[in-house]
């Protein structure tokens, strides 16, 4: 066998194979062995099947075999011989027809990671969020607490009003007749909330409990059922019961709710968190800053493969959090195809990222050390409030173990690059790209 080896691109190579004749032929061989073993044709015994017939019937199945068996043997041997990084199997982009006592020739193009050299990566300028505790952000975070322990109690009050929680039956129709989805019984209406089709809540204020009313309203024409969007509609609704949210008093009581001897403790306790959310905010803010900076200084070619797998990665991550909340992709406007439209460029940047800080590691020679695993070992389990011996067991795996040390050698490259850089802290009003929106879906 011979191969021809040709860079397209920093990410593909192009492998051209030409097959001897005698190993076709073996494989044509092989491959006829294998099917009279299990060769079934009336009138002969199993195993029994002289070769002309066997040829006869089984013939492209044998050529089939034995051109996957080619292709994936010589390519196989192609990538361990020249040691070529590739990330995903072959695509076969031409290939002569394959025929016994003749030489075999393919062309196979294939993903590959691209070898980088990373330069400017050190002196980079970057600007620091100056972090500083704000007393009233406790405030804000005990009245959120406090939200969360309101309760639904029935009022005496007969008569619905905005902010209420209505207990209603509903009923609607379009032309006369009823559509799917468009009755319940025993729902809570928060009245105000926009929860309903515009117009329907405004008209069940004034309802009195027991009664009984129709209530006409049109879809919006952007309705997201093309069948009812523009349409008039009618809703036969009967108010049941009218509550409102009640909120408990900010007390060491409440703290006690918590597992804390009172309120002081609370308030402590709110602070430490806000402390450490804001560090690592910051601090994630920081990274991010350095990745683009490096991204800037180094033009890097991504392979379509790892960017693919990153989607999925993001997309992932994604669904988890929203079935976490009970929620679907839907709910962001977005279907899976959408998701990669609007984020294909933040994986991009992110796989981008992940090579150049790789690449960082090997020209400086940054290493995982054992005890380093061991402390990262023991930091995951006091995070994760797990048994220690049961994430050593998950890390010990293979799969667990490489991700681990990629995850660490990542942390300490960045880190190296941070200390080799020019750090000014600003007030966050004074940031570069204050005020812009950024999304994080990874």
Known sequence: MTVKIEDISSVRKKLSFEIAAAQVD????????????????????????????????????????????????????????HRIPAL????????????????????????????????????IKLEKENFEFDPKVIDGRLEEMRQGRAELKVVAREEAASGDFATIDFEGSVNGEL????????????????????????????????????IEVAFPQDYGNQELAGKPAVFKVTLHEIKEKTYPELSDEFAREFGLEGLAELREKI???????????????????????????????????????????????????LQSQGLGLQMLGMNEETFGQNYRATAISQ???????????????????????????????????????????????????RSLIAQILEEKTVQFLLDKSEIQELEKSQLSGAGEKKEQMA
């Open 271 to 321: 602070a430490e968190t806000i402390r450490q959310q804001e560090t690592s905010r910051i601090e994630g803010d920081l990274r991010e800053r350095l990745v683009q900076a490096l991204i800037t200084r180094n033009r890097v070619e991504v392979p379509e493969t790892m960017v693919a797998a990153q989607l999925d990665y993001m997309l992932d991550n994604v669904k988890r959090r």
């Open 351 to 401: 796989v981008q990222g992940s090579l150049l800080l790789e690449a960082v590691a090997r020209q400086e020679n940054i290493r995982v050390e054992p005890d380093e695993i061991d402390g990262k070992i023991e930091e995951v389990a006091k995070m994760a409030n797990a048994p220690l011996e049961a994430v050593r067991s998950y890390y010990s795996r293979e799969e667990g173990r």
């Open 26 to 81: 073996a494989e044509f061989e092989q491959a006829l062995q294998k099917v009279a073993k299990s060769a079934k044709i009336k009138g002969f015994r199993p195993g029994k099947i002289p070769r002309p017939v066997l040829e006869q019937f089984y013939g492209p199945q044998v050529q089939q075999q034995a051109l996957e068996r080619l292709i994936q043997q010589s390519y196989l041997k192609a990538l361990a011989e």
């Open 88 to 123: 995903a199997d072959p695509e076969i982009i031409e290939n002569a027809p394959l025929e016994k006592g003749k030489m075999f020739s393919y062309e196979a193009q294939v993903e590959v990671k691209p070898q980088i050299e990373v330069s400017g990566y050190t002196g």
């Open 179 to 214: 559509f799917a989805g468009g009755a319940a019984q025993g729902h809570v209406l928060e009245i105000g909330s926009g929860s309903f089709i515009p117009g329907f809540e405004e008209q069940v204020i004034g309802m009195r409990r027991g009664e009984s009313r129709e």
